[in-house]
């Protein structure tokens, strides 16, 4: 039982040391150039889409006067 334990722990250390087991970019330095660039491209595209889904980018009806509501 004790190796079990020890073992985990070991294996916890050396993961949380290294980071993700499986690498997201690649190790060639212009492919993963390119991947960093591809990748901030779309999260800068992040802040439109909120504004589409919660509906920000509607116009606004509210006017800050009160109108009549008939025909002028």
Same mark, same amino acid.
């Given at each position: 039982?004790? &190796?079990? %334990?020890? !073992?985990?722990?070991?294996?916890? /250390?050396?993961?949380?040391? %290294? /980071? #993700?087991?499986?690498?997201?970019? !690649? !190790?060639? @330095? $212009?492919?993963?150039?390119?991947?960093?660039?591809? &990748? !901030?491209?779309?999260?800068? +595209?992040? @802040?439109?889409?909120?504004?589409?889904?919660?509906?920000? $980018?509607? @116009? $606004?009806? #509210?006017?800050?006067?009160?109108? +009549? /509501? /008939?025909?002028?």
């Amino acid at each position: 039982m004790r &190796t079990i %334990v020890l !073992s985990v722990l070991l294996a916890w /250390g050396l993961v949380a040391n %290294v /980071g #993700c087991i499986l690498p997201i970019y !690649s !190790s060639n @330095p $212009d492919i993963r150039a390119r991947q960093l660039i591809i &990748t !901030s491209e779309n999260l800068r +595209h992040v @802040p439109e889409i909120w504004e589409r889904t919660w509906f920000l $980018d509607m @116009p $606004d009806f #509210c006017t800050p006067f009160r109108t +009549h /509501g /008939g025909v002028i």
